[in-house]
Structures are given as structure tokens and as C-alpha cells.
């Protein structure tokens, strides 16, 4: 079964930093998603895990940066510069079956205050 456990979500200030960690059973390639209430789900982050290549929100360019770890099997998003408008709830999601995403974590809340 196919698991994902998001973490690190805290309070933080603008302009601070954050990194959170998303745990999977196996190495799939994966993504970072985030939504706020009433919003639709959009794309932060993704990273292929053979070889690493990733892709990012125009929006997030130049502040976030994920990663990932081999040998525990986590992808994690460093996130510089915190903005207001980045508080959301941010989802891990995995590419297990097909080329979609199609298992998620549960969230993880990340508040920015002002």
C-alpha cells in the first residue's frame, strides 16, 4: 500500500523560511501541490526521481526548491522567502500507477503570517 506522510508545516513570518518532507514507501516521481479554502489545487513543485529533473510554479521560481533522498526515500520542498499569499495547505503527491498523480498525503498546513 502506497503511503505518503507529509510534515513540517508551521507558523512562519514573511520573508522566513520553511522545509517540508514528504516520507514514501518506494521512489516514485512526485510532486508538491498546494490549496487554500475555496480554491482549486495548483501545482507548486515536481521532481522526477531517476534523475532528478525538476519543474516549478512560475510563482514560486527562485524561492522554493525540492529535493530528494535517496536513501530514506523522502522528497522535501525548501521553501525561501515566504510570502502571505503562499499560506495554503500543501499536499506531497505520487506518480504509483500511471502518469498522473494518483496517491496523495494527507496536508500539511503552512500559515504565513504578515
Known amino acids: 500500500q502506497v503511503q505518503l506522510v507529509e510534515s513540517g508545516g508551521v507558523l512562519v513570518q514573511a520573508g522566513g523560511s520553511l522545509r517540508l518532507s514528504c516520507s514514501a514507501s518506494?521512489?516514485?516521481?512526485m510532486g508538491w501541490f498546494r490549496q487554500a479554502p475555496g480554491k482549486e489545487r495548483e501545482f507548486v513543485a515536481a521532481?522526477?526521481?531517476?534523475?532528478?529533473?525538476?519543474r516549478y510554479a512560475d510563482s514560486v521560481k527562485g524561492r522554493f526548491t525540492i529535493s530528494r533522498d535517496n536513501a530514506k526515500n523522502t522528497v522535501s520542498l525548501q521553501m525561501n522567502s515566504l510570502k502571505p499569499e503562499d499560506t495554503d495547505v500543501y499536499y506531497c503527491?505520487?506518480?504509483?500507477?500511471?502518469?498522473?498523480?494518483?496517491?496523495w498525503g494527507q496536508g500539511t498546513q503552512v500559515p504565513v503570517s504578515s
Open positions: 518506494r521512489r516514485y516521481d
Open positions: 503527491a505520487a506518480k504509483v500507477c500511471s502518469d498522473g498523480y494518483d496517491y
Open positions: 521532481i522526477n526521481w531517476s534523475v532528478g529533473i525538476t
